[in-house]
């Protein structure tokens, strides 16, 4: 059962669950195409998550209650709103050696060997859940149980852009140089964001991704 909570004086934040389960992704998604398709007017932005949907809006355009009742309305009829199948994106990763820096690490980890890590993460479909945290990181959803590891305890200060990496139950990639504790297991030169676009982000909420093996790693 979903709640609504008043966050702050202007933003709502509707929980589907406490945990990272696909019910509740998939409220997140129809929800997120709901009131970015048909949007009362005083909504400024939606921030998705895992189980969540961070709703931010102007109170100078519209009484706060009035808007929570919205979006009870809304989320009653939620079960019977289609969700729409994401695009499919194959991305090719060069995994191990200095493009995978922590594939041995998450091998010894998990008792699987390094060539068993790969073929698990090549072999299912991720969800991208939400995109955060740097402009373009797709959060992924589906990583196989046997992979999930925790983060690093010490993380780097420069991770390099298309690193692939997985963390706890979480996979994904950085679209950029930055910081970040994850495991790497792989890199790719797919392009997550591109500033010159109209819609810079590659991936939405909604899209899949399948990982192909580009080569190894050196």
């Not at 202007?10 to 696909?22: E, W």
């Not at 931010?56 to 706060?64: F, G, I, S, V």
Request: net charge neutral.
């Amino acid at each position: 059962m979903a709640r609504l909570v008043h966050a702050s004086d202007r933003a709502l934040l509707v929980v589907f669950d406490d945990a990272i389960t696909a019910a509740a992704g998939n409220d997140v998604r129809v929800l997120y195409e709901w009131l970015s398709n048909d949007s009362p007017a005083a909504i400024v932005d939606l921030h998705p998550a895992y189980a969540s949907l961070l709703v931010r809006y102007d109170p100078l355009r519209c009484d706060p209650d009035a808007l929570a009742r919205e979006l009870e309305r809304r989320l009653g009829s939620l079960p019977g709103r289609p969700l729409r199948e994401g695009r499919l994106f194959e991305i090719p990763v060069r995994y191990g050696g200095s493009h995978g820096p922590d594939l041995a690490e998450v091998a010894s980890a998990t008792g699987l060997s390094e060539s068993d890590v790969v073929t698990a993460h090549v072999g299912g479909v991720f969800d991208v859940r939400f995109v955060g945290f740097s402009p373009g990181f797709p959060y992924l959803a589906g990583l196989p149980e046997r992979l999930h590891t925790p983060r690093r305890e010490a993380p780097r200060t420069h991770v390099p852009a298309g690193s692939v990496a997985i963390a706890g139950a979480q996979a994904g990639i950085y679209p950029m140089r930055s910081p970040g504790g994850w495991n790497v297991i792989g890199r790719t030169d797919f392009v997550l964001f591109d500033s010159t676009r109209r819609n810079p982000a590659t991936l939405a909420p909604g899209d899949r991704v399948r990982f192909l093996v580009a080569g190894s790693g050196s």
